[in-house]
């Protein structure tokens, strides 16, 4: 699974796509390739490299193998995996909280999970502690602790979080 090509490492790296093909041989000996198509560096190099390989991608794009194609508030998620539609509930919608949800998605449908067991794996799944965890503050402020990651895309993601919070306001 090749979940996101963050900036996390590239310090390491002389340049993106140089993390990029570094990333991608870890998938070389892999019979099934389940990655994040919102990418389109990402998705071009691994459909490129490794076409004789079972990819699946996902992500909020219509053009992946698994999306979403409905999001409305208070109504369950509708996804639609290669033509088969899977619909949950989901209680935060951020992209990263759907992003990983999809990703878990793929990973079951592939492992032959049927719809209704991959619903309920879902809903057991717990937030991550320090992992945009919102608590309303004292005055009327809301503070979102983001400290399990400390990156720039976690700062985009966290930023993000707040917009959709502004939007259920």
Do not use: W
């Not at 490129?48 to 409305?72: R, W």
């Amino acid at each position: 699974v090749f979940t996101h090509l963050g900036s996390a490492h590239i310090s390491n790296f002389e340049n993106e796509d140089q993390l990029l093909n570094e990333k991608i041989k870890l998938f070389r000996h892999s019979e099934i390739i389940i990655f994040n198509g919102d990418n389109p560096a990402l998705k071009n190099k691994i459909c490129e490299i490794y076409s004789d390989k079972k990819l699946v991608s996902f992500g909020s794009k219509q053009s992946n193998d698994l999306k979403i194609i409905q999001n409305e508030k208070g109504k369950d998620i509708i996804a639609e995996y290669f033509g088969e539609i899977i619909s949950f509930p989901a209680n935060n919608r951020n992209e990263a909280t759907l992003n990983n949800a999809l990703c878990v998605i793929a990973v079951l449908k592939e492992l032959g999970y049927s719809n209704e067991k991959i619903v309920t794996k879902l809903n057991a799944l717990r937030s991550v502690e320090m992992r945009l965890e919102s608590v309303n503050g004292a005055k009327n402020n809301l503070i979102i602790n983001d400290s399990f990651n400390l990156d720039l895309d976690s700062l985009v993601t966290a930023f993000q979080f707040v917009k959709e919070y502004n939007k259920r306001q």
